[in-house]
């Protein structure tokens, strides 16, 4: 699986932003895709990841409520909305892509896309 991310940029804090992750490969809908993303300084830390059929979502605590992960399996791509910015958002995020969810958690997921760097202003 191949990854492509994009989207990223600079905002201010409040402003909305989409990410998205085009995927290559026949069995995209086979695999559960997300975001993890690196803050400026510190470790990856697991965002979101959504199943291969779309039917569930798993949001860190940080991000619930203001982003949204949904995936176009026909288009063979996700995409991350992510609304209220915060200062705090401000991170270099990759696409993700496993067959196992607990792959998010733990930051190690198979496939990985190239980081777009979110930058969000006070």
């Known amino acids: 699986v191949q990854l492509q991310a994009s989207g990223g940029g600079l905002v201010q804090a409040g402003d909305s932003l989409r990410l998205s992750c085009a995927a290559s490969?026949?069995?995209?809908?086979?695999?559960?895709m997300g975001w993890i993303r690196q803050p400026p300084g510190k470790e990856r830390e697991f965002v979101v990841a959504i199943s291969g059929s779309g039917g569930s979502t798993y949001y860190a605590d940080s991000v619930k409520g203001r982003f949204t992960i949904s995936r176009d399996n026909a288009k063979n791509t996700f995409y991350l909305q992510m609304n209220s910015l915060k200062p705090e958002d401000t991170a270099v995020y990759y696409c993700a892509a496993d067959t196992r969810l607990n792959q998010f958690y733990s930051g190690s997921p198979r496939y990985w896309g190239q980081g777009t760097l979110v930058t969000v202003s006070s």
């Open positions: 490969g026949r069995t995209f809908g086979g695999y559960v």
